[in-house]
């Protein structure tokens, strides 16, 4: 059996905003084992971006602040660590591909500058090694020419090479835990498709575990071994890939895979789940999803119900299978 090697132990994450506090990240629970692709999933505004960034402790302060919980990373609680602690681990064995490469790269450094930079920083490796590593690079993420990309600046590549040069400096120290936000997000199809293939290239080659964070499932179909599905800042429905997608059980995970399009499959219009994620500052203690629901029950309004499991690591957080438990 996998060891773990990060766990969420009731993450809570807030921010302060002129409407009051903003619960972005809620009592979130969950673990990533040693070797394993978990996919976090939801729609925008449910947290996802931000319990990756409470891990890498890149919440924007001071309006961000994590207040409560733990975040184990062998043994270590992440959110005990000083800065100096923290930095030595970032970028060297926790590595994140962010959202937006344009974005995220200094536009003023080269390429090869920017993967240079943590073999000289963490690996301690002199500017020729880490030149010659930095080119090694380039090529294993299947970048042609890798001497003249080095010599590069960001707005002379393509959006998809921009994502490879993120995914190379993320490589660059051999990680233990990569972690991809919306890696193919600002992608056409095809790109994405050879971005996808890159990464599971790179993690059954590197054995590293995977966080991927996104909200198409045609993605975690395809790439996760785990699916943790949040909605407005709780994690409300986990389990194995293929036991999520057969028998998924929150009526907000059955929405989402019934809101995937089918190719073959005709249909007069998409489905979508009605109504809005909810606005996270000030909400009472309620099923989040209840006023988008059509199971919605009187108890969902005035309680929220608990992430329980069903003994065979499936986990629910639902009003509707307490209730049918309790008439069984």
Not at 49 to 68: F, H
Not at 149 to 175: D, F, T, W
Request: hydrophobic fraction near 40%; proline fraction near 5%.
């Amino acid at each position: 059996m996998s060891n773990t090697l990060v766990e969420f132990k009731h993450l809570h994450t807030y921010f302060d905003t002129e409407e009051g506090t903003l619960k972005a990240v809620n009592d979130v629970s969950f673990r990533v084992k040693e070797g394993e692709t978990v996919a976090i999933v939801g729609e925008s505004g449910s947290g996802k971006s931000v319990t990756v960034l409470s891990l890498m402790r890149l919440v924007a302060e001071p309006q961000g602040k994590i207040v409560d919980g733990e975040i184990i990373y062998e043994g270590k609680n992440l959110l005990a660590l000083n800065r100096k602690e923290m930095a030595r681990l970032r970028g060297k064995e926790i590595a994140m591909i962010f959202q937006e490469p344009m974005s995220s790269l200094n536009p003023v450094l080269t390429i090869g500058e920017q993967i240079m930079e943590p073999l000289i920083e963490h690996l301690l490796l002199s500017k020729k090694e880490a030149h010659k590593k930095a080119e090694s690079l380039i090529s294993l993420v299947g970048i042609p020419r890798p001497a003249q990309i080095m010599k590069s600046y960001p707005h002379e590549l393509s959006g998809g090479m921009l994502q490879r040069v993120m995914i190379a400096i993320a490589l660059s120290c051999n990680p233990k835990l990569l972690i991809a936000d919306e890696p193919t997000t600002a992608l056409d199809v095809t790109i994405q498709a050879q971005i996808l293939d890159l990464l599971r290239q790179v993690k059954d080659e590197f054995g590293m575990s995977t966080l991927l964070i996104t909200h198409d499932l045609g993605v975690v179909a395809e790439m996760a071994d785990y699916v943790v599905v949040m909605y407005a800042g709780k994690v409300i429905e986990e389990a194995p890939v293929l036991e999520l997608f057969k028998e998924p059980r929150h009526p907000y995970t059955q929405g989402l895979l019934k809101s995937k399009p089918v190719i073959g499959q005709r249909k007069e219009r998409l489905y979508s789940i009605p109504g809005q994620v909810p606005n996270l500052v000030g909400l009472e203690n309620m099923c989040y999803f209840s006023d988008r629901c059509e199971h919605c029950m009187n108890i969902c309004r005035t309680q929220a119900p608990p992430l329980r499991d069903d003994g065979q690591g499936h986990k629910t957080a639902c009003w509707l299978y307490e209730e049918e438990g309790k008439q069984a």
